[in-house]
């Protein structure tokens, strides 16, 4: 994915090398736990993250959106392949001590649920700013003000319980914590989702906002293609386990190159409406997986090698538009939408 050419003499923030990730589960309609079998959750995953980028994660439920967050966290190891954070294994970087905590906030999509009820909204901000040795004691009661007008909450949420805020202040709780280590990146997953259309949209400007003022490498999972192309600059489309189309969020949506992307857009024909209706056609089941390509059952341009070869993502030559990558035999060329 692209960016300014300094930080393209960085090394990205996050690069994901051939990742698999596969998960032993019981054998379908096996009675004996032991019988086991790979279910593919992640399949030759390639994506690179810049400084400054703003990615969004986009695909049905099941495609390995979570799972590739948690491969990206160093929170589970791929099976194969490599996560890379700034260059180093992600899970060595972890592993030596809180400062890719701190650099890397995460906002999850239960955010009532990571919150303890029973603690106010100061004491919640505050357990975060102790927890990596952000500033003195003294100095709490004027960083939690400061958080909170930062995310838009009045100064007087510090003594409310999380359990007696709304659902759009409970995001903006979760938001505040996580930037208390002031960091460099945030990783959210569905943060937005369930809410009313109006909360939703104050809390994706706040988003907006915050990337802007605290110049944050952004990687947002969502189902609503609307979120994306609001929130992010570039796109990642899965399907399956695999990244199918990346490139800039409006050039994927507009002229979609992977038959699926121009599927997910027909679907959505509302745009900032989450994606419900599935697609026609059965999703193929991961624990076996067709040979060719995994979305040819689906595939209204289907040709007869795309039932034989497996693509894999390469990057597009489409004159005028950069940074465009799709995993099709046949990707779309001028498709109009
Ligand atoms: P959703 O939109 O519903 O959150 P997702 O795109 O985040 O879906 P994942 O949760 O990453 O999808 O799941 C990808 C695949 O891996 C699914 O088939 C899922 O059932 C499987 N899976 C995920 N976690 C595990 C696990 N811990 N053990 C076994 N299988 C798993
Ligand atoms: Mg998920």
């Known amino acids: 994915m692209t960016d300014s050419p ?12 051939e990742v698999e990730k596969i998960y032993q589960v019981a ?9 086991k079998v790979g279910l593919h959750a992640l399949d030759g995953v390639r994506l690179t993250i810049r400084q400054g980028a703003s990615v969004a994660l986009v695909g049905e439920s099941g ?4 799972t590739l967050l948690r491969v990206l966290l160093g929170l589970t190891p791929p099976s194969e392949g490599f996560a890379l954070y700034r260059g180093r294994p992600v899970t060595e970087v972890r ?50 003000a400061a958080l909170l007008a930062r995310v838009g909450l009045p100064g007087d949420a510090a003594a ?40 939703q949209a104050q809390l994706l400007n706040l988003l907006r906002r915050l990337r802007a003022e605290m110049g944050l490498t952004l990687v947002f999972i969502t189902h609503d293609l609307g979120v ?30 992977h038959p699926y992307s121009r599927a997910l857009r027909l679907a959505a024909p509302e745009f900032f409406a989450p994606i419900t209706d599935p697609l026609p056609g059965e999703i193929p089941s991961p ?6 390509c995994r979305f040819a059952g689906r595939c209204v ?31 779309l060329t001028d498709t109009t939408i």
């Open 160 to 199: 409310r319980y999380a359990s007696a805020l709304s659902g759009g202040q409970v995001r903006r709780v979760a938001i505040a914590r996580a930037l208390a280590s002031n960091p460099s990146v945030l990783v959210a997953d569905e943060a937005v989702s369930g809410l009313d259309v109006s909360t």
């Open 301 to 331: 341009f289907a040709r007869p090698d795309c039932r034989e070869t497996d693509p894999v993502l390469f990057r597009l030559a489409i004159p005028d538009r950069p940074g465009r990558a799709a995993a099709c035999l046949h990707p």
């Open 27 to 35: 054998r379908p309609g096996s009675v004996f736990s032991r019988h």
């Open 63 to 66: 495609s390995g959106k979570s």
């Open 95 to 144: 592993a030596e001590g809180k400062g890719f905590a701190r650099e890397v906030a995460m906002v999850y999509q239960d955010a009532r649920g990571s919150l303890d009820p029973r603690m106010t909204v100061g004491a919640l901000i505050a357990e975060a700013l102790r927890h990596f040795d952000i500033c003195p004691r003294s100095e709490e009661p004027a960083r939690i």
């Open 228 to 257: 994306a192309s609001y929130l992010c600059d570039e796109i990642a489309i899965m399907y399956l386990g695999r990244i199918v189309e990346t490139g800039p969020t409006n050039a994927v949506l507009t002229a979609p190159a």
């Open 6 to 17: 300094e930080s393209d003499r960085m090394p990205p923030v996050f690069e994901l090398r």
């Open 287 to 292: 624990l076996d997986l067709p040979k060719g």
